[in-house]
């Protein structure tokens, strides 16, 4: 007898003299029930080996050590990968620091097994970053076995070094740690790379610094009086940090080869001759400078200077008697690679400036401009509502800095970003605010411990404008106890994530206030 047959995945039907048809149903529904149901039996043969498969390889992990050998090759490129050598020339002066990999992270992972210390003693570049801080003479042997044993297991690469003496014990002592350490050192000096002094710095090392014929970083930091620093030698230095009281730093006994170049407490005047004459640079910050040593202003007066190669320019702007040179900036240079410009502002240095000049200065400024810093500009500062406006508005700025500045010059910025009469959005670009500290809004600016509700409301408006154009936004708070917005503010935040899919993030503290899995205790509804 000849039967139908149908087939579960195609639904065609073929004569098969050996399959049995049940009978068809009355029902669509029970049909494909029974349709269903032959699946099952022709799917279930085939998942049951996986089932089973799967069972054996619990059982397996189960018997079998979770960590398996690997090739101390393998190892040894993971530990340098989880080991990142770190920057000692830009330690503490990162805004806003990432996570920094341990220097000693080596010495924790050799001390995991035998074989591992193995691994690690037989990778030089694990042993090329040296981090030395003590606050006592009494820590000298153990620092200075560590310091012997880096400078053997890295064999002949290039060393990087930041030593930190901190405390009053150092004062009396004329070695870096010990002899032994600093000869050591005085054999391998070309060897080192990069050199960070801070604190306590004996003044035999800086008369060596000279002889570091590799030298290519150097970083100075500290509070005591430095009689002489001379560099000439140092034929390769690219990056200079002086945040010291040096007495002479003449022009001659610098390598023109600098690219970076950071002063503090160097006199304002010589700032303006390094700047003026050191035209391979392509970052220069001048904060906190000390008073004018000499006049060497005239020669700059009647040119006009173009820094070519210059991409990240910081100024601090004083008052009287120093804003000539403060003036010189303003009406003097041009920036046409500007990318990062950083104003600093003491004593109310910018309550006297010219508005034309201070405008014009604003509209020169290149469209390459990306971020916007400010340090201390007061609740009186002439930037207040002087600063956006002014500012072409297809300039490609993506970020604004603030520390220590008044709440009214941050209300200022955040008005200023808005569209007005139907123009374009100012700044286009822009998609990230970082605040780090606030000043009250009076004459005597003290540390403000909260962001007030016309603050959140500004963000808000400048927000609904933006998020049509923009994808991403961060507004970031730090060193602010409170964020007095209200609860209606936060709100509005959220309809934009939610209805608009903007990609917001509020931060305080680290915390995103938007976020449901953070919760931002220190937010005031």
């Not at 820094?307 to 003097?332: A, G, M, N, Y």
């Amino acid at each position: 007898m000849t039967s139908k047959a149908t087939c579960p995945y195609c639904y065609q039907t073929t004569a098969d003299r050996n399959v049995f048809l049940m009978p068809s149903p009355q029902s669509s529904a029970d049909e494909i029930a029974h349709i269903r149901a032959e699946m099952r039996c022709i799917d279930n043969p085939l998942f049951k080996p996986h089932e089973e498969r799967a069972a054996l390889l619990r059982c397996l992990n189960a018997v079998r050590s979770s960590t398996r050998v690997l090739f101390p090759e393998i190892l040894s490129l993971i530990f340098q990968h989880a080991s990142p050598a770190p920057d000692f020339f830009l330690e503490e002066g990162n805004v806003w620091p990432e996570h920094e990999p341990n220097p000693s992270f080596h010495l924790v992972v050799g001390s995991v097994s035998s074989l591992w210390r193995e691994i690690v003693d037989s990778t030089p570049n694990l042993w090329t970053s040296i981090r030395v801080k003590t606050r006592s003479v009494q820590h000298t042997r153990r620092w200075t076995v560590f310091l012997l044993k880096s400078f053997e297991k890295s064999r002949s690469l290039p060393i990087d070094i930041a030593f930190l003496r901190i405390g009053s014990s150092w004062q009396d002592s004329n070695h870096l740690f010990s002899s032994e350490v600093d000869e050591v050192l005085l054999k391998n000096c070309h060897r080192i790379r990069s050199l960070r002094l801070s604190h306590s710095i004996p003044l035999k090392w800086i008369s060596t610094i000279p002889g570091l014929t590799g030298l290519r970083d150097l970083s100075i930091q500290s509070s005591q009086f430095i009689p002489h620093l001379s560099l000439l030698s140092n034929s390769l230095l690219n990056r200079l940090r002086v945040e010291t009281p040096i007495r002479p730093l003449f022009l001659p006994t610098i390598p023109t080869s600098l690219t970076v170049l950071r002063l503090s407490h160097v006199p304002i005047d010589l700032c303006m001759q390094f700047l003026v004459n050191f035209r391979e640079l392509v970052e220069f910050r001048c904060y906190y400078p000390a008073p004018l040593d000499h006049d060497h202003t005239t020669s700059v007066l009647f040119n006009q200077i173009s820094l070519d190669k210059l991409e990240v320019f910081q100024w601090t702007f004083l008052p009287e008697p120093f804003d000539s040179l403060d003036h010189l900036i303003l009406t003097r240079f041009e920036f046409p690679r500007l990318k990062t410009l950083s104003f600093v502002e003491l004593l109310g240095a910018f309550h006297q400036y010219d508005e034309a000049v201070l405008t014009d200065f604003l509209r020169r400024l290149p469209l390459t401009l990306k971020d916007l810093e400010f340090y201390g500009i007061e609740h009186l500062s002439f930037l207040r509502d002087r600063l956006i406006p002014h500012i072409r508005k297809e300039t490609q700025v993506i970020s604004i800095f603030l520390r220590r500045c008044s709440e009214s010059f941050l209300c200022d910025i955040l008005s200023g970003l808005l569209r007005t009469n139907g123009g374009p959005i100012p700044l286009l670009h822009l998609n990230k605010i970082l605040v780090e500290s606030c000043m009250t809004n009076t004459e005597q600016a003290k540390v403000s411990d909260s962001l007030r509700r016309l603050t959140g409301r500004y963000l808000v408006e400048v927000l609904q404008q933006r998020c049509d154009v923009t994808d991403q936004f961060t507004f970031a708070v730090a060193f602010v106890s409170c964020l007095d917005w209200g609860q209606d503010t936060v709100d509005d935040l959220r309809r934009l994530v939610d209805e608009k899919g903007l990609g917001l993030r509020v931060l305080h503290q680290g915390v995103d206030i938007l976020s449901d899995d953070d919760q931002d205790t220190s937010f005031a509804a």
